[in-house]
């Protein structure tokens, strides 16, 4: 293992660390509202597939302590426009932490999934949130959820699927 793989994981975990604590934030301040409920149960999946590999490569997993850090936007339309920062940023970090991976195939199939997701999912539902000046979105209930709302999980061997 080496100390560019060691290094990228970590990386990578804090940022998800981070994600989760920021919209779990949200949350807590404006209750449960689209998008933050569905992506930051994503966050948490994405967490798990790198802790998967943490395990692999007998790398010590760093102590989530970003509840602590975060300071929690003053409106939703605020805490929607952090969010597509967010999710831009999350995968441009994927991009350097591909080139540093490179001869890990595994760790590659699990960032490129964790950053299709970010890029297709999560960064398209901030950007729709921006759209509707943080509104909430029409036709749900009180947690905004839609009736019937389904969720993917994991995949194979860790693989993100939302």
């Known amino acids: 293992m080496s100390e560019k793989l060691k290094s990228a994981l970590i990386e990578a975990i804090n940022d998800e660390y981070k994600s989760r604590a920021a919209y779990n934030a949200v949350i807590n301040k404006f209750g449960e509202i689209r998008p933050f409920i569905n992506i930051v149960e994503a966050e948490g999946r994405h967490v798990e597939a790198l802790l998967s590999l943490f395990a692999k490569y007998n790398i010590d997993i760093p102590e989530d302590d970003w509840n602590s850090r975060i300071d929690t936007p003053t409106s939703i339309l605020d805490a929607c426009q952090l969010g597509v920062r967010d999710e831009i940023e999350n995968a441009e970090m994927y991009d350097r932490l591909l080139d540093l991976t490179i001869d890990y195939p595994d760790v590659q199939q699990v960032l490129k999934n964790l950053q299709r997701a970010s890029k297709e999912n999560h960064l398209p ?38």
């Open 125 to 162: 539902a901030f950007q729709r949130c921006v759209e509707r000046g943080g509104a909430r979105e029409d036709g749900g209930n009180r947690t905004g959820r839609k009736k019937g709302n389904n969720r993917k999980g994991l995949g194979q061997r860790g693989q993100c699927l939302k």
